[in-house]
């Protein structure tokens, strides 16, 4: 099969490698759509220390199951549409047992510390495909990543649900900002409004439903200290979201 080899830090190549084969639990996914995360960037740049070169990445994917190994489960036969959840717990570690499975002492990842998904094929633990349906496009399927992790944002700020109508403030306007700010409109939050970092600050705009976008006052008004999210990888950001709003 054709994939992205990432030889060493800063460079790619797209090679012939050989078709994984499924082992134990696992299947092989032909992936219809793959993502390009801020993350994936981090492993081109060399600045993600969990990561092993050479590596494959592509952890934000959609595809179709073509093979299986021992031991999967009948309810995903070959030709079920899945999403995969890219996250490798060990599942026996003091977090995992916590329930704290995303701060996993032992933790690895496809696409991050084994070969992903910028492939044809892709082999993956059954446990973590989740059936989609049959007509959903490609692309909206390998947006259920980056999707699921808005709605744990979501839970965490306590949003999900019946929404108070308290202002938020979603800093950072990437992907993952929209995503939340999608969201947060839909659970029927009060006016939200949103913060892009970058050298110059950006004016923030505010929307609430039926409100459409428009301009309002800085985001960050100490005096106010709506609840916050903090949605990008930018640093002066995290102090900004932790020292103005109420994160
Ligand atoms: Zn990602
Ligand atoms: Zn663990």
Redesign the pocket.
Known sequence: MRALVLDHPGSFRVADVPDPTPQTGQVVVRVDCCGICGTDLHILAGEFPPTPYPITPGHEFAGTVVAHGPDVKPDLPVGARVAVDPSL?????????AGR?N?????AAIGDTVNGAFAEFVAVPAVNAYRLPDHLDGQLGAMTEPLACAVHGIRRLGLLGPVSAEPTVVIGAGTMGLLMLQLLLHAGAGPVSWARPGPSPTPARSTGPGSGWRSTRPACPRRSRPPSGCWTGEGGCWSSACRRPRP
Request: charged share 35%; net charge positive; aromatic share 20%.
């Open positions: 717990y060990c599942g026996y570690c003091r977090r995992c047992r499975d701060l996993c002492e032992n933790w």
